[in-house]
T-cell receptor, first 113, second 114 residues
């Protein structure tokens, strides 16, 4: 089972920041938080990941609370092409060499014109 | 310049048939995966191979047999197809170790069993 809880859906106006929350209250100290998205009819796409510090890349920012029990993915200027299902995933280590991602139900972000 | 490619994109077949889906990655990764996304959109890992060695087998029926001829390819062969096998199958690859959570997915193969 997924170790994360996300809202089923959210709306965001085009050009505004989209803030997608995720709860992972049972996360272990060495588990990372990953974000992926899946645009309709495409394969999932990696966005960003972090352990405890906030992270930023060209796609998004990731804010992780100090207790690590929740995080927020921020798309600073959402566009219509950002409409997708966004998955928050806690990475489970499996056998050391290979890591398993457990996808939950995700948040359907609908960017409105 | 496709990083992870799958063929075919669509596959329609009758119950009881045997079919294969091919996957290739040109990223130089050591680890490859197969995921299944069902009609309810749940995406679940099926298999993982690291350097041609099976690492993860998520209680998938033994009608499903992955084959990795080299580390750039991971094919999925399905015997005696059933209606419940209808789904979108995604191949993915990743580096090893701490970077293993950053997985690159293919475009998917939509399998329809009639």
């Amino acid at each position: 089972d997924a170790k994360t809880t996300q809202p089923t859906s959210m709306d965001c106006a085009e050009g505004r920041a989209a803030n997608l929350p995720c709860n992972h209250s049972t996360i272990s100290g060495n588990e990372y938080v990953y974000w992926y998205r899946q645009i309709h009819s495409q394969g999932p796409q990696y966005i960003i990941h972090g352990l405890k510090n906030n992270e930023t890349n060209e796609m998004a920012s990731l804010i992780i609370t100090e207790d690590r029990k929740s995080s927020t993915l921020i798309l600073p200027h959402a566009t219509l092409r950002d409409t997708a299902v966004y998955y928050c995933i806690v990475r489970v280590e499996y056998g050391g060499a290979t890591n398993k991602l457990i996808f939950g139900t995700g948040t359907l972000l609908a960017v409105q014109p | 310049d496709t990083a992870v490619s799958q063929t075919p994109k669509y596959l329609v077949t009758q119950m009881g048939n045997d079919k294969s889906i091919k996957c290739e990655q040109n990223l130089g990764h050591d680890t490859m995966y197969w995921y299944k996304q069902d009609s309810k959109k749940f995406l679940k890992i099926m298999f993982s191979y690291n350097n041609k060695e099976l690492i993860i087998n998520e209680t998938v029926p033994n009608r499903f047999s992955p084959k990795s001829p080299d580390k750039a390819h991971l094919n999925l062969h399905i015997n005696s197809l059933e209606l419940g096998d209808s789904a979108v199958y995604f191949c993915a690859s990743s580096p090893d170790g701490l970077a293993g959570g950053k997985q690159f997915f293919g475009p998917g193969t939509r399998l329809t069993v009639l």
